[in-house]
């Protein structure tokens, strides 16, 4: 008798809807740079956004002696990683906590605490990767001072400054009003000034 996953009607309805995904039917990808920087994942939920949703999980894989992504804290996504196999350090804050097989991270946004997994051990670390895909995320980099501004698709640093910092003696708005051919600029009402 066929198991539930060589049932014909389960695999023909997994590949039809995507919903349902083996983690080795996943493609396995590799992102590293230089020593220290990545290893390898596998998006578990490629239907989740197509479809609407925002929330993702990755399998991911870490070589001895690396890690995966930089010290960063988001503003709007929470973040759990679910520790598979290996050892790894969990960098939270100010706190360093080994993690191995069982353990769940929260990692909620909004705290201010930044976090970062590595592994310093002689066994991979694998680990689920939980967490939501929201469009206009900010992240923070504590350690070079970066920002990631999703829906602008950038990361820089930021560098403060006044508010009209920059900003003419003559506003650009009266050139162009100046400008415009007669009739374009009328249809004013005298509203109240913007709140930004």
């Known amino acids: 008798m066929p198991s539930p996953r060589e049932n014909a009607y389960s695999r023909g309805m997994s590949e039809s809807t995507g919903i349902i995904l083996n983690v080795e ?58 520790v598979l196999s290996g050892r790894g350090i969990l960098r939270y804050g100010d706190e360093l906590r080994e993690v191995g097989p069982g353990d769940c991270i929260s990692c909620p946004a909004r705290t201010g605490k930044a976090h970062q997994l590595a592994n310093p051990f002689a066994e991979e670390l694998v680990y689920l990767a939980i967490g939501g895909h ?14 990631m501004v999703r829906s602008l698709q950038t990361v820089g640093r930021l560098e403060g400054t006044p508010y009209m910092d920059g900003e003419p003696d003559e506003p650009r708005i ?23």
């Open 25 to 82: 039917a996943a493609p396995l990808i590799e992102d590293t740079i230089g020593e220290r920087w990545g290893g390898k994942y596998r998006v578990l939920t490629p239907a989740m956004r197509p479809s609407g949703g925002s929330l993702g999980v990755n399998w991911i894989c870490i070589p001895p002696g690396r890690t995966a992504v930089p010290f960063h804290a988001h503003q709007l996504e929470d973040e759990v990683f679910f």
């Open 134 to 147: 929201e469009p206009d995320e900010v992240c923070t980099y504590p350690d070079t001072g970066k920002v």
């Open 174 to 196: 009266f050139d162009l009003i100046d400008k415009a051919p007669d009739g374009e600029s009328s249809g004013t009402s005298g509203g109240s000034p913007s709140a930004d």
